[in-house]
């Protein structure tokens, strides 16, 4: 399902690359819990640049950083490279607000969500 009429990965799957690599490092790192968290983040913006195309079944290695940590919301930047490639075929950014769960309302980021993204952040340029 990746590759589109035009034999390359169609643009709405880097999104979802996006997500994946989020998401997984969220978990794996204990500062995400899918399906029982009271918190939980939600895009509210969402960008992508292509450089070079990319098509299945290539390998798709991801660079993932934190340029802005603020009190309820993240903005992450992923790079996407096609196999060893030195250069990003895809560069994008994603911000998440974390909001509760039930209400929607915006929600400070929990303690461990802060701690797992601590070492992904850059100084701001």
């Given at each position: ?10 643009n ?34 969402t ?14 290695h ?64």
């Amino acid at each position: 399902m990746d590759n589109d009429v035009y034999g390359h990965v169609n643009n709405v799957v880097y999104y979802s690359y996006f997500d994946t690599v989020v998401n997984r490092y969220l978990i794996e790192h204990g500062a995400l819990d899918i399906h029982q968290g009271s918190v939980i983040g939600l895009v509210v913006e969402t960008a992508c640049h292509y450089f070079a195309p990319m098509a299945f079944p290539d390998l798709v290695h991801a660079g993932l950083r934190v340029t802005r940590l603020g009190t309820s919301s993240v903005r992450y930047e992923v790079g996407l490279f096609r196999g060893d490639a030195p250069r990003a075929a895809a560069q994008g950014h994603f911000v998440h607000v974390y909001v509760d769960r039930a209400t929607r309302r915006p929600q400070a980021l929990p303690p461990a969500l802060r701690a797992a993204l601590a070492p992904l952040a850059i100084a701001s340029a």
